[in-house]
């Protein structure tokens, strides 16, 4: 039996179920967790209310430091302001207020050392840093006034936004750098045409150099909204307690100003249960990494053998553990299901969020994971992508075999226009000149001029020297967004005063941020 029992024991699963049954059994028999009072969640932030030990499984199941603890920086930078905040209206003398900021100041020197000792009792990133803050080597006893009128709740929601702020910047500078390498090759590669589809199949002939700036076209969208979510991010929560307000009359708007924030939340309900922030972090990461799908999966349909338009360098790809032949597009193909990650990671927090009543619910931990993961993808999927368009190779030689004369079919009907033709009866010759080439097995450019205009008689003389040539057909494309060479090195101009602007705001911004931080 004693063997039996220590066998069971070295089983993770039945050391917790064990845990729980003793556990139990204490709170039938009327035990506490540790002798009476609040001794059995001694530690806790909230632990003066409860007598009896909380079940160890519980204890993991509630926890999140395990993931929130990368908010260390910005949680320990709120609670330096709100310290001061404290101050300012009488709650803490001024040797308390700097005892306290430069507690929280060595606190954050541990967690960027990597000596921080996390404690059992560490429910949070919250609990973890008030609790070095309060221990006799730091700023002991006063360290428990530093939560006077704040509440996790507004804490939580604030670091949030702080730290999405942060990561927000950093995502715009990985962003801004892609679209740099796009412009770049789509300068330098200009003069090679390729293919254009449409339902994948060979519809016009285009630049490759016009493919490049239609993507870096949707990564611009993505830059722009990006500034846009900031904006919403930018509101401050502190200062409203655990929902009703503030009892100590704080000035929240001198708070937000410290922190950096543009705007305070107008409503204490709302203020701790709104996360749509989150959603909407969560939205661009999807949207984000759904245009990165659309490109990889152009580059892997562009890399196989069939297509042979680009090479992968060796870098982004990978072998087979069978054939050894084989060169995967392994980045590629994991940039494209990476996406479904972060949508699966949207859906699942607007499942969490449609019924919770205000204001706030434990449910809401559960924003942080999705959060958190999605944008580390997204960051992770944008360097990839920059890695993969700045070490592939384009072969011009492979995209000028593909290009086919059936794409120059609209061409010819063009050419019809131009001499008074209405369109859609332009539109029906062109389409019967293909099927006269197909059903004499030949080449469009195999049509004479007296079969052309067996078709119409508008055919001008000239007509096969205009409409079967494929560079032609890309420089009358020469309107602003065209496939024209002028037309695309325009795009890449364009984009490129965009590029100088938006990198000197980001750059204003970081310099602002660092500023705020050193405070």
């Known amino acids: 039996m004693q063997k039996l029992m220590a066998q069971s024991f070295r089983h993770p699963a039945r050391r917790v179920a064990a845990a729980q049954t003793r556990t139990v059994a204490r709170a039938l028999s009327g035990g506490g967790g540790g002798g009476g009072g609040d001794q059995g969640e001694a530690g806790k932030l909230w632990g003066g209310r409860f007598s009896g030990a909380t079940d160890p499984l519980m204890e993991k199941y509630n926890q999140s430091l395990p993931f929130d603890k990368r908010m260390w920086a910005v949680d320990l930078r709120g609670s330096r302001a709100y310290a001061a905040a404290l101050a300012k209206v009488g709650i803490l003398t001024e040797g308390e207020r700097d005892a306290l900021r430069a ?137 409203v307690g655990a929902l009703a307000g503030h009892p100590f009359g704080i000035d929240r708007r001198a708070l937000a100003a410290e922190l950096g924030f543009h705007d305070i939340c107008p409503n204490s309900l709302d203020a701790v249960s709104d996360r749509d922030f989150v959603l909407d972090a969560l939205y661009w990461s999807s949207r984000t990494m759904a245009h990165l799908s659309r490109w990889a999966e152009d580059l892997i349909i562009y890399s196989t053998a069939e297509f042979g338009f680009v090479q992968l360098s060796d870098a982004y790809s990978t072998g087979s553990s069978l054939m050894p032949q084989k060169k995967n597009p392994d980045a590629l193909e994991l940039l494209r299901g990476k996406a479904g990650r972060t949508v699966g990671g949207l859906v699942g927090l607007l499942t969490t969020m449609k019924g919770l009543p205000l204001a706030y619910n434990k449910d809401m931990q559960e924003d942080k994971e999705p959060l958190f993961d999605s944008l580390t993808t997204v960051s992770d999927s944008i360097c990839i992508a920059n890695g993969v368009l700045a070490t592939l190779t384009p072969h011009a030689d492979r995209m000028k075999q593909a290009l086919s004369l059936p794409m120059l079919a609209t061409d010819l009907c063009d050419h019809l226009v131009r001499r008074g033709t209405p369109f859609r009866e332009g539109h029906a010759v062109a389409g019967r000149a293909v099927q006269m080439a197909e059903d004499r097995g030949c080449e469009l450019d195999a049509l004479s001029l007296a079969d052309l205009r067996t078709l119409h008689p508008n055919f001008a003389d000239d007509v096969l020297d205009d409409a079967w040539d494929f560079e032609r057909s890309v420089e009358l494309r020469d309107t602003e967004g065209g496939t024209s060479r002028r037309a695309v090195l325009e795009q890449v101009t364009k984009m490129r005063a965009w590029l100088d602007g938006a990198e000197a705001a980001a750059a204003a911004r970081a310099a602002e941020e660092a500023r705020l931080d050193a405070l």
């Open 103 to 239: 507690g929280l100041r060595a606190v954050g020197e541990e967690w960027a050392a990597g000596t921080f000792a996390e404690q059992p009792n560490d429910e949070d990133i919250h609990t973890a840093n008030e609790r070095r803050l309060s221990e006799p080597d730091l700023a002991g006893a006063v360290g428990g006034k530093l939560h006077t009128g704040r509440s996790r709740n507004d804490q939580v929601a604030t670091d949030l936004r702080l730290w999405l702020r942060g990561e927000l910047a950093t995502l715009e500078g990985h962003l801004l750098a892609l679209m740099r390498v796009a412009c770049d090759r789509a300068e330098a590669e200009v003069d090679i045409l390729m293919p254009g589809y449409t339902h994948l199949q060979p519809a016009q002939p285009i630049r490759w150099s016009h493919w490049i700036m239609a993507h870096c076209t949707a990564w611009q969208r993505d830059a722009k909204r990006l500034g846009e979510l900031s904006a919403h991010v930018d509101v401050m929560p502190l200062g």
